[in-house]
């Protein structure tokens, strides 16, 4: 999905709408971190949610095929939408995607 973005506040940011209301009351209730060198068949996984973290070396699911990968996982407080906000690296570029859990 295609993000969209409310109003930008100086020294804040854009506000990220949810791709299913369009509301801008999104909450980040987990973060996982994908971090390896280029086209390096492993690296390191970790996991920061809900008061606990949890590393390993599992790469599966990272967003970018070749290198580094965040996701956060949000949940919107005006409806049951729980996107996944991802950014990965490919060939020099950085791509920003909304996903579905």
Known sequence: MQPTFDQYHEGFGAELECPACKGNHLHHVKVEVFDRSEDQPDGL????????????????????????GPKIFLECEQCDAKPVLVVAQHK????VDLRTQ
Not at 51 to 65: E, F, M, R, T, Y
Not at 92 to 95: A, I, L, S, V
Request: aromatic fraction near 4%; charged fraction near 20%; glycine fraction near 10%.
């Open 45 to 68: 996984h970790v996991v920061v949610g809900h008061q606990d973290v949890h590393v390993d070396k599992i790469l599966s699911g990272n967003p970018s095929s070749r290198r580094h």
């Open 92 to 95: 020099g570029q950085t791509y």
